[in-house]
């Protein structure tokens, strides 16, 4: 079993910075991808980054030259530096750690909520 437990999140206003991290925890394969959901009330949760084990990474076209994901692969931690956010990336965000292949090998952090004020 793995344990994610998020950190980070909060109010902020348009145009400002937050900073969201990750640490795994249990029984970790690798190599792994973690990344970062959100979910806005009434919408879907939607991909917002991720990293794998490697480095490659991927981000949503909201995210991109905004957000920036990073991973230490020996700590099990994965971080979202969100920049110049809006009003539009209210939502609560959600850690996650998958393992290719093993798709019982899928764990999600509680979520920690991020508002943005305008």
């Known amino acids: 079993q793995v344990e994610l437990v998020e950190r980070g999140g909060g109010l902020v206003q348009s145009g400002g910075s937050l900073r969201l991290s990750c640490a795994a925890s249990g029984n970790i394969f690798s190599p792994n991808v973690m990344g970062w959901y959100r979910q806005a009330p009434g919408k879907e949760r939607e991909l917002v980054a991720s990293?794998?084990?490697?480095?490659?990474?991927n981000y949503a076209d909201s995210a991109k030259g905004r957000f920036t994901i990073s991973r230490d692969v020996a700590k099990d931690t994965v971080a979202l530096q969100m920049d110049s956010l809006t009003p539009d990336d209210k939502a609560g965000y959600y850690c996650?750690?998958?393992?290719?292949?093993?798709?019982?090998?899928?764990?999600w952090g509680q979520g920690t909520q991020v508002f943005v004020s305008s």
């Open positions: 996650n750690l998958k393992v290719p292949f093993r798709p019982r090998d899928d764990y």
């Open positions: 990293i794998i084990t490697g480095g490659s990474i």
